[in-house]
C-alpha cells in the first residue's frame, strides 16, 4: 500500500507538469489504478454524496439485503461461496441519456448531488483521456472520439455498500474482475478498506483516503493503447468491521463505437506491427462480458477475435 501512486493532479498544469504526465504514464503501465487528490471537484460535494448514500442504504436498502442474505444461510456454510457478491447496489445512468428520474427511493436532494456529482466526473473522466493521449502520444481528442460512437459515450454510475458480513472468509464482497470499459472513476469508503487490486502475483489494497477519487483503466483503454496500458484484475474482500460505500462511475464507449489499436501506436512501435487486439463493436464485447465477467480477459479478446472471423 506504501507504494501505491497517489498523485496529485493540482501540479498536471503547473512548473510539474512533466512529472505529473510521468506518476500518471507510471501508474497506467505498471498498476493500472491509482489515486487523485486536488482533482477539482469539491470537497463539500463528495462529502454530501457520501453522506445521502449511506442514508440511502440504511434507510431503503439495508432491510432487503439482510432478508436476502438470511436466504443465502451463510452461518451455515463451510467452504468459500464462489458465486456471489456481499453487495448492495444500484445503478444510475448519465450518458446518453440520465435515468436519475426513474429510480425508487432517492430523495430530491439525493438525485440533485447525484446529477452535479456525474457533471464533475464526466469533466474529470474527459481531462484524463486527454492526459493519456498525450503520454501515448495521440493527438488531442483521440480517445473521447474512438468512445464517441454515434449517441457520444455510455457514462452511469454503480453505488454499491459491502455490509459487515459475519464470516467474511467464506465470501467476497466482489468477485476478482476487470472492468471491461473505458476509464473509471471511483469514490470509496475513507473509513472501510476492501478493494484490492492483483500487483505482481499479490493482492495489494488500495489506500482508503479522504475525498481522493480513485482511477483505474477498463479493458477497451488496453485494446487502444495496444497493451501498453493494462486493465487490473481487482475486487472486494468482505470485511466484519463495517459497511464499505463505493460509488464507482464508469465513462465506457458508446454502444455502437467501433474499438480497435489506434493505428499512430502500431506506425509508431514498429513498420508492420499487427495489432494485439482485435477489432469490434464495444456492444458485442459487453454481450460476451456479461456472461464471462469473473473469467480471465484474455480469452475474451481471443472469443472476440473468432466471432470477427466467423
Not at 481487482?234 to 465506457?252: E, K, L, P, W
Request: charged share 25%; with cysteine; aromatic share 10%.
Amino acid at each position: 500500500m506504501e507504494n501505491f501512486p497517489v498523485i496529485n493532479l493540482a501540479n498536471i498544469n503547473g512548473e510539474e507538469k512533466k512529472a505529473t504526465l510521468g506518476q500518471i504514464e507510471d501508474a497506467c503501465k505498471n498498476w493500472g489504478f491509482f489515486e487523485l487528490v486536488n482533482h477539482g471537484i469539491p470537497q463539500q460535494l463528495l462529502d454530501r454524496v457520501e453522506r445521502l448514500t449511506k442514508e440511502h442504504y440504511r434507510k431503503c436498502m439495508e432491510k432487503r439485503f439482510n432478508e436476502a442474505v438470511r436466504s443465502k444461510g451463510l452461518e451455515c456454510v463451510q467452504n468459500e461461496l464462489k458465486d456471489i457478491d456481499w453487495e448492495s447496489t444500484f445503478f444510475l445512468r448519465h450518458l446518453p441519456t440520465s435515468n436519475n428520474s426513474e429510480i425508487p427511493d432517492l430523495t430530491q436532494e439525493y438525485r440533485e448531488a447525484m446529477k452535479e456529482f456525474a457533471e464533475k466526473l464526466e469533466k474529470l473522466a474527459e481531462e484524463l483521456l486527454e492526459v493519456l493521449c498525450e503520454n501515448l502520444g495521440l493527438e488531442k481528442g483521440y480517445l473521447k472520439k474512438a468512445f464517441y460512437g454515434s449517441r457520444g459515450p455510455n457514462f452511469g454510475t454503480k453505488v454499491a455498500n459491502y455490509p459487515a458480513c459475519p464470516k467474511p472468509e467464506m465470501v467476497k464482497g466482489l468477485r476478482a474482475h476487470t472492468d471491461a470499459g473505458g476509464i473509471i472513476l471511483l469514490l470509496q469508503d475513507d473509513k472501510v478498506s476492501g478493494l484490492q487490486l492483483l500487483k505482481d502475483g499479490q493482492w495489494v489494497d488500495v489506500p482508503p483516503m479522504r475525498h481522493s477519487i480513485v482511477v483505474n483503466l477498463g479493458d477497451q483503454l488496453e485494446v487502444i493503447s495496444n497493451g501498453k496500458y493494462k486493465s487490473v484484475e481487482h475486487r472486494v474482500i468482505a470485511r466484519s468491521d463495517g459497511t464499505r460505500m463505493s460509488v464507482a462511475s464508469f465513462y465506457n464507449p458508446g454502444s455502437d463505437a467501433l474499438i480497435y489499436p489506434a493505428p499512430p501506436l502500431l506506425e509508431r512501435e514498429a513498420m508492420g506491427t499487427d495489432p494485439l487486439y482485435p477489432t469490434f463493436v464495444f456492444e458485442d464485447y459487453m454481450k460476451l462480458y456479461a456472461t464471462v465477467k469473473f473469467q480471465p480477459k484474455e480469452p475474451r479478446f481471443q472469443a472476440i477475435k473468432a466471432l470477427n472471423s466467423s
